[in-house]
């Protein structure tokens, strides 16, 4: 055998047999493994763009048809039947069945199908049972226009497509794994998807994103038509139960509530999150109730759900499908587009097929009238031969038959012939020219569908939408998503340590100074006497260098920390003074903070998280004839530059010591904050709505729907309700005033109050379940307009115009208020509010930051709290 020469078979012949036979495996993979990847490929996994069915989905829904006589019947059944077209076992064809059903659209469902939410399986095919949809048996099945092949064992006939007049791989999605191939198409809405067909028809453009039956929230913004690289993001719906309550009421698609728990579990075990307990309430809908311990922020733990659990992932969608027995990579678009075209030949097929049975019905109909009216059965009497006989009525048959659209055949005089003696003597002659009358509408009707074929494919799926759309609302909900830093809301589940003499800092420390609470993931800023600089991980253990002076937790693009330093530059040398920030490094690097020289140490440094510049005082060694040995510097003088500036020289002299004398006010502009109302979420970063500049004492007033209003800090972090109706800038001595309807006296009242207590949320309204908030103004001098209801048989009231301010005075936030009308209002309008002369805010003590080293980028969050300059 030569050396390049390739097997056929796998294997040695019997005498070339032996324990060192050589076998060359390229025949095997280019025969065998070609083919079993092809089978798998184009038998098992991968759907057809024709139909949207995988070979077993189709052979299922074939056998759901030949068994159906309306009644429902076992999925055992059923899966047996299947058996006689599908090559592989029961169980793939029960485990398929499942799945079609569990998506509610072309299976009919009797008995426990399973729960898409629990991830509870279906009870055994014996015991659950099935039929087809309504909806399937108008768009999958017809029979005239189905194209037929054997079955793997040539007994039987199966589609080799069906004809499916519906974007059904959309709607319902695949997901499948070949041998070097997989696909991943993600279910879309139904009514979304007609909607697509129907401009596409028209030659307008759309566009197409998910929906999946778990609802939740999804991000689309990456989805890239479902194609290869493209991605989205999905998140479960979290609210705020209460203060210490968390609730989840949809889950994202490709989890179920048990793993959705367990990954909850799995968080607070490694210290990510921390909750109290989990209840799972789920029914008919989820309801997961996450406990949190006291003093736990609500807000923080969302964002953290979303950051360590599985209530957010991403889902990586792979447009993959059969066509014409080859895998092909297509975008959503395109694959709607072919499946809208490929229904509009479906129906052309259908409407020819129908044209050419009527054509026929009125044919044979016009010569069954020719054939009984002018009494041509009678010409046949003489006649002994069935020869004879067609003769005899094709030459009777031949004066009248002009009008007809095709010629008389054979087979039509043998069908004349069979009509009976009862049929020819009570024809109607009436009745037969009404037949041929409405058949030939039928005709006309069918032939402008034929020639209007667009209009009747868009008139077609409207029916659809309006047979079977009701109830298929979009169930997720499209938002873009805000991006999440795991350090910022990790639990802080560990505390860190600082030996600063021997220079070590870690958690394991536990028997030298504690720093802080910090996370496993947190990164640290440390400071040394030499004047040096490193950010690090967290670890248990890691030196540094001796003599530290300052840690703690490092926040990346904090440019509010502002580091106060002053230094000697070497041995003998000027003493310097320096501000500067830290907003971006390479991570485990020492930087040089002083001018470099040897022997340089730092005399003063404090850390201030909102800019503060504290006055200190110089006090010098005598020496010589030094004249002023103490005087004061104010950091406020110092300009904040970058952390490799040298700093402005303090004196030449040698300094005793450096005291405190003033603590400092922030030097910083204060905060401009922004609300994006895409993301639901304050930023700095220009995105949105302009609430205002904010100092560090500032707060904002929050109100929503349910006459709920509280007071919070501006953290960045903070999530706001869906049915918030104020956020502003909150001002002590700005009254707010409400109208809103009692429940329990049915009467509308009015109040105006000031926030008293800064630390709670605050239900305006009464309690009653019927009490409602109809407005809430934060003007200062409001107008409002009331219009009334129409009362049965008379005229409606004339709007009345209310002055807010002298309706009522300032009252206390808990007061029921004055009762602004005891009749019924159809609207209260905000009318223009009367002048007000608002009192100027005192501008704060400004400087200019100026960074030189770092690159510029937005602050992001106020530092930790204040901690205490240090003194050498």
């Not at 098992?44 to 056998?63: L, N, T, W, Y």
């Not at 009525?393 to 039509?412: F, S, W």
């Not at 009334?788 to 029921?816: H, M, W, Y």
Request: hydrophobic content about 35%; glycine content about 6%.
């Amino acid at each position: 055998m030569e050396e390049n020469e390739e097997l056929t078979e796998g294997f040695p012949n019997e005498e070339e047999a032996s324990d060192d036979a050589l076998t060359r495996v390229t025949g095997m993979y280019k025969d065998w493994f070609l083919d079993y990847a092809s089978y798998v490929i184009l038998e098992r996994a991968v759907p057809a763009i024709e139909d949207g069915f995988k070979p077993v989905q189709r052979r299922i829904m074939h056998s759901l048809k030949e068994l159906d006589d309306g009644r429902y019947n076992k999925v055992a059944n059923v899966v047996g039947h299947t058996m006689q077209y599908h090559p592989h076992g029961d169980a793939s064809i029960a485990d398929a069945m499942v799945q079609i059903g569990q998506k509610d659209l072309l299976i009919d469902t009797q008995g426990n199908w399973g729960n898409i939410l629990t991830g509870d399986r279906a009870a055994a095919s014996r015991y659950i049972e099935a039929r087809l949809s309504k909806f399937a048996l108008d768009v999958i099945f017809s029979p005239k226009i189905t194209e037929w092949q054997l079955s793997y064992d040539g007994r039987k006939k199966e589609p080799v497509n069906l004809p499916v007049k519906f974007p059904l791989l959309l709607a319902q999605g695949a997901e499948g794994i070949a041998v070097g191939l997989s696909t991943k198409v993600l279910a879309h809405n139904f009514n979304e998807l007609i909607d697509a067909s129907i401009k596409h028809l028209k030659g307008k453009g759309f566009k197409l994103f998910p929906d999946f039956p778990t609802s939740g929230i999804i991000d689309v913004t990456n989805y890239n038509d479902g194609l290869r690289g493209g991605k989205i993001r999905v998140r479960a719906r979290i609210e705020t139960f209460d203060k210490n309550t968390l609730v989840i009421k949809e889950i994202p698609y490709g989890t179920n509530t048990s793993s959705l728990i367990d990954s909850i579990l799995k968080a607070n075990d490694k210290g990510k999150i921390k909750i109290k307990k989990i209840e799972d309430n789920t029914a008919a809908n989820v309801e997961i109730l996450v406990h949190l311990p006291s003093g736990i922020s609500p807000d923080k733990t969302i964002d953290a759900l979303y950051a360590f659990t599985a209530c957010e992932s991403s889902i990586s969608p792979l447009g993959c499908i059969i066509e014409d027995n080859k895998p092909i990579f297509m975008g959503m678009t395109e694959m709607l587009r072919r499946s809208t075209d490929n229904t509009v030949e479906l129906l052309k097929a259908e409407l020819e097929i129908q044209l050419n049975e009527l054509q026929e019905q009125w044919h044979f109909a016009s010569l069954e009238r020719i054939f009984i009216e002018n009494r041509i059965y009678r010409e046949i009497e003489e006649e002994e031969t069935w020869e004879g006989v067609i003769a005899a009525i094709d030459k009777g048959l031949k004066p009248h038959i002009k009008h007809l659209k095709r010629a008389v055949t054979e087979e039509d005089i043998t069908r004349l012939t069979e009509i009976r003696i009862k049929r020819i003597s009570k024809f109607d002659l009436d009745k037969a020219k009404q037949y041929l009358e409405s058949l030939e509408e039928r005709i006309a009707e069918t032939k402008n569908y034929l020639a209007n074929l667009v209009d009747f494919a868009i008139k077609y799926f409207q029916e659809l939408k309006k047979k079977y759309g009701k109830g298929r609302e979009r169930k997720s909900e499209i938002r873009i998503f805000d991006d999440i830093e795991a350090t910022k809301v990790v639990i802080r589940n560990t505390k860190l340590y600082v030996n600063r003499e021997e220079g070590f800092v870690g958690t394991s420390l536990r028997r030298d100074e504690y720093i802080t609470d910090c996370s496993d993931i947190d990164d640290i800023i440390i400071f040394t006497k030499k004047g040096e600089m490193m950010v690090t991980k967290v670890d248990s253990k890691t030196f540094i260098d001796k003599n530290i002076i300052h840690v703690a937790v490092f926040k990346k693009k904090d440019k509010r920390t502002t580091f106060n330093m002053i230094y000697k530059d070497g041995r003998g040398g000027p003493s310097y003074i320096k501000r500067f920030n830290v907003t971006s490094i390479t991570r485990d690097k020492l930087y040089p903070l002083t001018a470099g020289k040897a022997s340089s140490d730092v005399l003063y440094f404090s850390a201030n998280p909102n800019g503060e510049a504290e006055v200190v005082t110089i006090h010098l060694r005598q020496s010589g004839s030094i004249k002023k040995l103490k005087w004061d510097v104010d950091f406020a003088d110092v300009l904040i530059k970058g952390r490799g500036s040298k700093g402005n020289i303090v004196t030449k002299y040698a300094v005793k010591r450096i005291e405190l004398k003033e603590k400092g006010l922030s030097t910083l502009k204060p905060r401009k904050i922004w609300f994006d109302d895409v993301v639901q979420r304050l930023n700095v970063d220009d995105r949105g709505e302009l609430l205002g500049e904010f100092r560090p004492d500032d707060m904002l007033l929050v109100a929503n729907q349910k006459g709920i209003v509280k007071t919070i800090t501006p953290d960045l972090n903070s999530r706001f309700d869906d049915d918030m109706i104020v956020l502003e800038k909150w001002k002590p001595k700005k009254p707010i005033s409400a109208i809103y309807f009692d429940g329990e006296k049915e009467r509308y009242y009015i109040k105006r109050f000031l926030i008293e207590n800064t630390s709670k949320e605050e239900l305006i309204i009464t309690e009653h379940p019927k009490s409602q908030l109809e407005l809430l103004s934060t003007d200062w001098r409001p107008v409002v307009e009331l219009e009334f209801s129409k009362p049965r048989g008379k005229d409606a009231k004339p709007n009345q115009t209310v002055s807010v301010e002298d309706f009522i005075a300032i009252k206390g936030i808990k007061a029921l208020g004055n009762q602004l009308t005891s009749e019924k209002l159809k609207n209260v309008n905000t009318l223009e509010s009367l002048p007000y002369e608002e009192v100027q805010e005192q501008p704060a003590n400004e400087i200019e930051v100026v960074i030189e080293e770092e690159k510029p980028s937005d602050e992001k969050k106020d530092g930790d709290d204040d901690q205490q300059p240090t003194l050498f």
